[in-house]
């Protein structure tokens, strides 16, 4: 089995800030946009868009709950819900776009769950964000 990142993901709003803070002080359209996900006074996890082509208002999205002990209870399906309607509402998206690894069967339902239909699968090479192997391209049009 392989190993999930998000289970070593436990960053403080410091960590995030210091790390992303100068995108969100002057971002560009493909920069990534983080957020934290807060959980009564803790961060829970991160999640995020990048404007992928702005003449189709398409973004796509990412996801993570860094806290094993609360996967399984919607947290990050209410968080994705939330976060696709106000990209639809508010940046008028019309195309939202996700790429979890086939092997992330948690991600792939949280997606699925989320309205997110499944357009393609290929073979993503390995980098900062991603271990490499099938990527499955889904996405959620705007109703």
């Given amino acids: 089995m392989r190993e999930v990142r998000a289970e070593k993901f436990k960053p403080t709003l410091e960590q995030i800030q210091k790390n992303h803070w100068p995108v969100w002080q002057n971002p560009r359209p493909k920069d990534f946009h983080m957020f934290v996900i807060c959980l009564g006074d803790s961060t829970i996890g991160e999640i995020g868009y990048r ?65 997110f239909k499944e357009i393609k699968r290929e073979e993503v090479p390995a980098n900062a964000v991603f271990d490499g192997g099938i990527g499955v391209m889904m996405q959620r049009e705007k109703k």
Avoid: Y
Wanted: glycine share 10%.
């Fill in 51 to 115: 404007c992928e082509d702005p003449d189709e208002h398409t973004f796509s999205v990412d996801i993570k709950i860094g806290e094993t002990s609360l996967w399984g209870r919607g947290l990050g399906t209410e968080a994705m819900q939330l976060f696709v309607n106000c990209l639809f509402d508010r940046l008028h998206a019309q195309h939202v776009t996700a790429e979890p690894g086939d092997w992330n069967k948690r991600s792939l339902r949280l997606f699925e769950k989320c309205g």
